[in-house]
Structures are given as structure tokens and as C-alpha cells.
């Protein structure tokens, strides 16, 4: 029986009441106004307040909250891919629909940016390229795995501090990087700050998900720079790669300083702007950018749109290619080539030092290039070494293949075609595209030869030698192949 007043049990005071039907008993209170606060506390957040939405925090487990958060939530956010892979891991070991993310038909300034629906999976689908990786991964994390089909099952207002803390930990076990936890983390406590601003839920009464948690020290500061001799080494396996798109989507990377979701996510060809010589990013990570793109970026572009059929302005850049097919690609190649501890992201750290030696340090030219909004994130990428500035003081311009790929060499210097290579000029408005009609510069060979530098470089070679090479071995690329 409810009676909404402390009384006296053995040596100590308890309590019982009702709240929205649900019986609620507690004792071990030391004084009667000890328990008469914790009563009010329990209390207060539903007295004169809105109604609850759904069935409450008791009622509903954190898979079906996830379900409800993603629906009402993810459409209105950007990074909402990212989002959905890790919420998904929750609703598949609770065994419901998985997050399927699309594009509106309509796209306004404020959003939304993705529609979101919900999908019964009969079995992942996974490329045969990927599925020993996959593999890989799921018996990495077998241990969290469990946890999380734990958690999923969980009701909402039972979930504790100590569940997420040996979450943490298990996934600190495994060797995944204080990074991926810190997000996985966050992902938990916006739920919870949903769930208590949005659906009125205040159980439990603490973020299980705030500062209590003990967490890893994230330092995901980086500065490695990939030089112009490992990119030499690097080329043979990126030509004779299956895919062909990885060679270009790499290359672009390194002329523009793109991240990565930028070329292979957001950029259609519609958002060329061949005049201008500039890609019109219409939304990015940091939102709407110009990204400026420089005549190696052009003559690539140029060769990429020639290489294919007739496209559509909505048409990708890179068709068919994920994210984890070029990073298997980039580390493959890796491996062939015997080059370490350098991630495919490490080609903006690379891009961006190589233009602050090219434009003398000039951060809002940097900065224009990168897409950064702050100094403080422009300088975590332009990774200037001692050894550089040594270099400088003493005009010595040094060996060319130790400096960042793509400064005084060029990328695809050693790259001919039967009538050489000439660098694209731009054209006027009135110049247009054979396919499109809009502006263009001229179309250089689309089957190429590409002369590869040997791995071992003379101390001091110079740019025109890695470009030349007396005895480079010669490899026939055409961006028309397909991938095996």
C-alpha cells in the first residue's frame, strides 16, 4: 500500500509510493527527513510535468529507445552515417531493424540531411574483399559485443554507471582506440539528454553516461607525412590494384586536401565548377565549402569524367567505392610496399604541409585549401619538421623524396601519354565539355604510362630525377578498366 509518507521500519525509516501506476518501496533511510528528501526527489520531477512520451523509462529497453532516438533524431544531423553505425551494433544484437540512412528529394539549408528508415537484415551482405576483415573485426570485439546485447536489453532507467564502465573497459581490453570509445560514449550520453529534454524521462536520475565514467585519454594527434619517395614506392600497387578507382580518389585527395567522405560521399559532378576550377562542396563536415582545385586536380578530374559514359550532375565522383574498400586498398598497398604507420587520412596531414611549404606558410591560403574554420585545427595538420626549417634557414633545398608527396615532384609527374603530358590550362566560359558542355580544360590522355621510381632513392636525388628515372619500369594505366 502506497502511503506517500516516511515511516519507521527496525531501526530505520523507509517509504513506499506510486508513480504512474508503478509501486515503489525503499527503506534504509537513517532519519525520517532522510527520507522524506529522497521521497520528494522521487517525486518532484513528475509532479505538474508533461506527460511522459511512449511507455517510460522502465518500460522501454535501450534497443527500442535507440529506435525512437534515431528516427526523430538522426535525419537533422550530418555526421548521422557515423551515428547509425554505432547504434546499429546495439539493435543487432537486440535482433530488430537496423538503420537505413537515404537522401531527402528535397534538401534545404537547414536540413534535413538524410531520410531514415528501419530494415530486418536475413544476413549482412558483405564483398567477398571485405569479408575476412569483417571477420577479423567481430572476433575482436566479441567481448563488447556481449555487453552491448546486454545493454540492449536493458531497460532504460536500470541502466547504471557500472554497465557502461565495464563496457569501456572490455572495449580498452581489445585494443580499440580511446577515439572510437570516446564516441561510443557520447553516443550513450546524448541519448540519455534526449530521452530526459525531449521524452521527459528522468530515470534514471543521473547521465549513467557523464563524467563519472573513467575513460582513456584521447590523443589522436598525428603528424605523419607521406614523402615523395614511399609515394613512388606506393604506385605500382595502386596501379595494378582490382578497383580503379582507387589511384584517382587517392590522387584527388592529395591535390585538394579533402577529407576523404568529401570526394567519395558528397561530391557529384554537378558540383564542378570548371571555370572556376573549383568543387562546390553543397554540404561537407564543416557545411557548404569551395574547394579550390589545382591543375594536376583538373587534369584528373578530366580524365575521370572521360574515362566514364554519360553522367548525370547528381551522378558520384567515384561510383561504387566505400570508404573501407580504399582503406583496405591503402593498407594492402601499405603492406606490398613496405611502408608503416601511415593511415589513408594521413594524406590531408600530407596535402596540407606540402601547401604551406608551396605558399610560404600562408594560413588563410591554407586554410581555404582545407576547408579548417580555426588556426588552432589548420596547425594540427601541417606538420613542419625541424629538419624543414634547418633546410630553410640554410637554403638548402635537400632531397626531394624525403619532402611531402606531390611538392616538387608532382604525383603523377612520371605519368605520359603518347603527345607527353601538359599541364591543363584553364579555358574560358565560352569553352565547354563534349559530354556536357560546360567549361573545361584540355582533355589529357585517358590511358596513361606511368614510370615507377625504385624503391631505393640516391641521397639527394632531385625532383626530375624521381620524374625521370633511368631505369623506371613502365605500367600502362587506363581509368576505362573495371574492377575484378
Not at 58 to 74: K, M, P
Not at 310 to 326: K, R
Not at 334 to 348: P, Q, S, Y
Request: hydrophobic letters at 40%.
Amino acid at each position: 500500500m502506497a502511503t506517500n509518507q516516511p515511516f519507521r521500519e527496525g531501526t530505520g525509516w523507509a517509504f513506499r509510493t506510486s508513480i504512474q501506476g508503478r509501486r515503489i518501496y525503499q527503506s534504509g533511510f537513517p532519519t525520517e527527513a532522510a527520507a522524506r528528501r529522497a521521497l520528494a526527489s522521487l517525486r518532484a520531477p513528475y509532479e505538474d510535468q508533461p506527460v511522459m512520451a511512449g511507455q517510460g523509462p522502465f518500460a522501454t529497453t535501450v534497443a527500442q529507445a535507440w529506435l525512437t532516438y534515431a528516427s526523430e533524431r538522426l535525419p537533422s544531423l550530418k555526421g548521422a552515417r557515423q551515428d547509425a553505425n554505432r547504434i546499429n551494433r546495439y539493435l543487432r544484437e537486440a535482433g530488430l531493424p537496423v538503420i537505413e540512412l537515404g537522401e531527402p528529394e528535397i534538401q534545404g539549408p537547414n536540413g534535413p540531411y538524410h531520410t531514415v528508415r528501419f530494415e530486418r537484415e536475413s544476413g549482412r551482405l558483405v564483398m567477398n574483399s571485405l569479408q575476412a576483415h569483417r571477420a577479423a573485426q567481430s572476433a575482436r570485439t566479441l567481448g563488447s559485443d556481449a555487453l552491448r546485447r546486454q545493454l540492449a536489453m536493458t531497460p532504460m532507467a536500470k541502466v547504471t554507471a557500472h554497465q557502461l564502465q565495464a563496457l569501456v573497459d572490455m572495449m580498452v581490453t581489445e585494443g580499440l582506440g580511446a577515439a572510437t570509445i570516446a564516441l561510443e560514449r557520447a553516443e550513450w550520453r546524448r541519448l540519455f539528454t534526449y530521452a530526459r529534454k525531449k521524452w521527459n524521462w528522468h530515470h534514471p536520475v543521473r547521465n549513467p553516461a557523464g563524467d563519472d565514467l573513467s575513460l582513456p585519454s584521447v590523443d589522436n594527434a598525428r603528424d605523419r607525412v607521406l614523402t615523395n619517395s614511399e609515394w613512388q614506392r606506393l604506385l605500382p600497387h595502386l596501379v595494378a590494384y582490382d578497383n580503379r578507382h582507387v589511384l584517382p580518389v587517392l590522387c584527388l585527395m592529395l591535390e585538394t586536401a579533402m577529407r576523404s567522405c568529401e570526394p567519395l560521399t558528397h561530391a557529384r559532378w554537378g558540383d564542378v565548377q570548371w571555370s572556376r576550377c573549383v568543387l562546390a562542396l553543397p554540404r561537407g563536415k564543416t557545411g557548404k565549402r569551395d574547394v579550390p582545385l589545382n591543375p594536376a586536380a583538373i587534369a584528373l578530374l578530366v580524365e575521370l569524367k572521360d574515362a566514364q559514359a554519360e553522367i548525370a550532375d547528381d551522378a558520384p565522383l567515384f561510383p561504387g567505392l566505400t570508404y573501407e574498400q580504399m582503406k583496405k586498398a591503402w593498407r594492402v598497398a601499405c603492406a606490398k610496399a613496405g611502408i608503416e604507420n601511415v593511415k589513408a587520412h594521413d594524406l590531408r596531414h600530407t596535402s596540407a604541409t606540402r601547401y604551406a611549404h608551396e605558399f610560404n606558410g600562408n594560413l588563410p591560403v591554407i586554410m581555404q585549401i582545407t576547408g579548417h574554420k580555426t588556426i588552432k585545427m589548420a596547425m594540427r595538420y601541417i606538420n613542419i619538421t625541424s629538419d624543414d626549417v634547418v633546410q630553410m634557414m640554410h637554403g638548402d633545398d635537400g632531397d626531394v623524396g624525403r619532402l611531402p608527396a606531390g611538392y616538387r615532384a608532382g604525383l603523377l609527374d612520371s605519368v605520359q601519354g603518347s603527345a607527353g603530358r601538359a599541364a591543363p590550362r584553364r579555358t574560358s566560359a565560352a569553352e565547354g565539355s563534349p559530354k556536357t558542355g560546360g567549361p573545361v580544360p584540355e582533355l589529357p590522355p585517358v590511358a596513361m604510362d606511368v614510370r615507377v621510381v625504385p624503391a631505393a632513392l640516391p641521397a639527394g636525388q632531385s625532383g626530375a630525377q624521381i620524374a625521370e628515372p633511368a631505369s623506371a619500369q613502365v605500367i600502362r594505366v587506363d581509368f576505362r578498366r573495371h574492377a575484378a
